[in-house]
């Protein structure tokens, strides 16, 4: 079942079986529609991505998802993120360091539960203490949860390759040459979130507060049903995002993006929710990131006299915190204040939905040091 509406023709779609069929024109073609829908709105639909992402990886995917969040809870419990914040992360509960590390600081996360898994990454966490391969990270039993593994595994292989076979098209949308981003994604930092929201009966919290994603890109899987909002760019409203069939991928640009084309392919600010109260909402992004030392700025061909450049050369891996510097610090302290990491955020009085939205105001771009 479709949830699309009249607003649907707001978000573009992206057809890519040409592109990856290797059909002459196809590069080109499609980096004119990626570069339309990044100066617009940042999100589009990716269609036809069989070639790289087939459906029963998807099904399997989702399925996998559903089952790690109905697991009991002993055997979630035994998956709490680690101290590389992998694993399963509860209702109103943070990352370890994250969530409030990346721009533009979400202070809590909000009603959603979550399964994290890292490449290359967290990009807060010490190099020496980040998870570089998918057989780093946080894994059930296989009695506990059968195929969890194996199903996860093939999808983030498939998506981490339909990510790398766009990088010539955002070169291209970028004024570069097909290869620009050769070299510079060879140890990508990434994040795979399986997300759930729970039916949630009287609309009222947020799943996951305003924000603006600080990586290269996000490709969002989500289920038939809706629950994200987007800013308009067109007209500064928040709108809620459709959703196509049973299962649909949404992409967005992230900060490095904003900051490759001077602000012309902006980092939208989106939020999401649980809006059904008879069953909940299964999404999955993949968080997209260049090598955490790759340095980032404008590039010449998004700087004129007209268009100063608007943001200070940067290092891809940088976080841009906010005051919790001494957190890190102490990274590698026992483990015993894990109980923390869970606590229930505050609400503060009168804390609406349109009062947080104040509160995420881009990113100041005054630091330039990586943490
Ligand atoms: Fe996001």
Same mark, same amino acid.
């Given at each position: ?39 617009? &709105? ?47 992360? #509860? ?12 721009? =533009? ?30 057989? !780093? ?6 009695? *506990?949860? =059968? ?12 998506? !981490? ?20 981003? !050769? ?15 729970? =039916? ?76 059904? #109260? ?49 957190? &890190? ?19 503060? *009085? ?22």
């Amino acid at each position: 079942m479709s949830h699309g509406s009249a607003d649907e023709q707001w978000l573009p779609v992206l057809d890519v079986g040409a592109y990856l069929a290797g059909e002459p024109g196809a590069l080109e073609s499609l980096a004119a529609e990626l570069r339309a829908a990044c100066e617009g &709105v940042g999100f589009y639909f990716l269609e036809n991505t069989g070639a790289l992402l087939p459906e029963q990886v998807v099904r399997d995917m989702l399925a996998a998802s559903h089952a790690v969040h109905a697991a009991p809870t002993a055997v979630k419990e035994a998956l709490y993120l680690d101290r590389a914040d992998s694993g399963y992360m #509860p209702i109103g509960s943070n990352t370890r360091w994250g969530s409030d590390g990346q721009p =533009p600081l979400p202070v809590y996360e909000g009603v959603n539960e979550g399964y994290l898994l890292w490449g290359y990454g967290p990009p807060w966490v010490p190099e020496e203490h980040q998870l570089e391969t998918l057989e !780093d990270n946080q894994w059930p039993d296989e009695a *506990a949860l =059968p195929g969890f593994s194996a199903a996860i595994t093939t999808y983030t292989r498939a998506i !981490d390759a339909l990510a790398t076979a766009m990088l010539p098209v955002y070169a291209v949308a970028l004024e570069q040459p097909a290869d620009f981003f !050769d070299g510079k994604f060879t140890e990508p930092c990434w994040c795979l979130r399986l997300n759930h929201y729970p =039916p949630n009966a009287d609309r009222v919290e947020l799943g996951i507060p305003p924000h603006a994603d600080g990586d290269f890109c996000t490709f969002l899987l989500q289920d038939d049903l809706p629950g994200l909002s987007v800013l308009r760019s067109s007209d500064n409203e928040w709108v809620q995002a459709p959703t196509r069939g049973e299962y649909s991928l949404l992409v967005n640009s992230g900060e490095k993006l904003q900051i490759y084309s001077n602000g012309l392919f902006p980092s939208t600010m989106h939020t999401a929710s649980s809006i059904d #109260p008879s069953r909940g909402r299964f999404s999955t992004p993949f968080f997209w990131s260049p090598n955490n030392d790759l340095i980032v700025e404008p590039l010449p061909e998004f700087v004129s006299e007209e268009r100063p450049s608007q943001y200070e050369a940067s290092v891809s891996g940088f976080v841009y915190s906010s005051g919790r510097k001494e957190d &890190v610090d102490t990274y590698g302290g026992t483990g015993d204040d894990r109980a923390d990491t869970f606590a229930l955020p505050q609400r503060e *009085a009168g804390d609406t939905e349109d009062a947080r939205a104040n509160t995420f105001a881009l990113p100041r771009r005054d630091k330039t040091s990586k943490l």
